[in-house]
């Protein structure tokens, strides 16, 4: 098993930054990719940003330019750097892991962008 916990989020205005962070514990040996997932009310849970253990990195394109995933693997942990936030943005973002297979969520952090 893998247990991940997030920290950061919060209120921010719009154009704002906010840096979220996720440590994994567990089983970490062979984690292959950890990264970013978001769900607004009323919508689907998506794609917000993933890193591999090879520091390839996948963004959505709603976030292209304004988001930086960000990994150590001596910490275990991986960072998601947030500036130019749009109200849009507003959603409980999850941290992901994907060890041999399987995928493991954090509990959610609330990112809200409001003036």
């Known amino acids: 098993q893998v247990q991940l916990v997030e920290s950061g989020g919060g209120l921010v205005q719009p154009g704002g930054s906010l840096g979220l962070s996720c440590a994994a514990s567990g089983r970490i040996f062979s984690i292959y990719a950890m990264g970013w997932y978001r769900q607004a009310p009323g919508k689907q849970r998506e794609l917000v940003a993933t890193i591999t253990s090879g520091d390839m990195t996948n963004y959505a394109d709603s976030v292209k330019g304004r988001f930086t995933i960000s990994r150590d693997n001596a910490k275990n942990t991986v960072y998601l750097g947030m500036r130019s936030l749009k109200p849009e943005d507003t959603a409980v973002y999850y941290c992901?892991?994907?060890?041999?297979?399987?995928?493991?969520w954090g509990q959610g952090t609330q990112v809200t962008v409001s003036s």
């Open positions: 992901y892991a994907n060890r041999r297979g399987v995928d493991y």
